[in-house]
């Protein structure tokens, strides 16, 4: 699957991910884009891995919840997952929200997953998740979350990227193996008073292809010219640009 991280620091959040969307039977890229899409009305964003599905049922389900703080959400998360759930049938992901709570006073990263638990995260459970959390990265390219900047994720995506993984994540008799980070990295940074995105690199993948790390001395592909990103996602490709 991709990559996906959070890093909770005192006063910030900051979320990292890739822009790679791929066909899980093939390994062949369907897409690029953002993968970090901000909640609506309120100072919070997610991310996801898996189908892609996700990210506008996720977001059509928030706008259908009536929030004005980051609290809200978290009092309502487990049966806003529990919706997220049925919706995507049988299609598997993993769900990444930050936020920042004004009850609690601090930056939070909460988790959910409706297939196989990860390191111990059962599936339909919501999870805080505190320090660094990473998913399809190596715990040790990345540093503690007191010493973490975000060119520390570039390395860490680019080693993660010339890794083989289960694009079906296990759920499937046979695994797939394929390279699966891919796009370009995406970097939020969350504070109480609202969040920033950049691209902090890009890769020359090409849609209709798989990944190929081998690839990557070749100039990177400029993708953000208003065609790849994703159907529904709320942030655009200018909105995002490095």
Request: with cysteine; aromatic share 10%; net charge negative.
């Amino acid at each position: 699957m991709s990559g996906m991280l959070s890093v909770v620091q005192k006063d910030r959040i900051h979320l990292v991910a890739d822009a790679a969307f791929y066909d899980p039977d093939t390994g062949i890229l369907t897409g690029i884009g953002p993968k970090i899409w901000p909640f609506p009305k309120i100072n919070a964003a997610f991310s996801s891995r898996g189908s892609a599905l996700s990210f506008p049922l996720f977001r059509h389900l928030l706008e259908a919840i009536e929030l004005a703080t980051f609290d809200d959400f978290v009092s309502v998360a487990p049966d806003a997952f529990q919706s997220l759930y049925s919706m995507l049938g049988a299609e598997t992901c993993e769900v990444m929200v930050a936020g920042f709570s004004t009850a609690r006073d601090r930056p939070e990263v909460y988790w959910w997953c409706n297939h196989k638990g990860w390191d111990g995260l059962e599936p339909g459970n919501v999870y805080r998740l505190e320090g660094v959390s990473q998913f399809g990265l190596d715990r040790d390219d990345l540093p503690s979350a007191e010493a973490f900047t975000p060119t520390d994720a570039v390395s860490a995506f680019q080693k993660g990227r010339e890794h083989l993984s289960d694009l079906h994540c296990g759920a499937a008799d046979v695994p797939f193996m394929a390279h699966a980070i891919g796009g370009g990295v995406l970097h939020i940074e969350l504070t109480a008073d609202g969040c920033n995105g950049s691209w902090l690199h890009e890769w020359p993948d090409v849609i209709g292809e798989k990944i190929d790390p081998l690839r990557d001395e070749q100039p990177a592909v400029d993708w953000r010219q208003g065609r790849t990103t994703p159907a529904g996602c709320p942030l655009g490709a200018a909105q995002l640009a490095a």
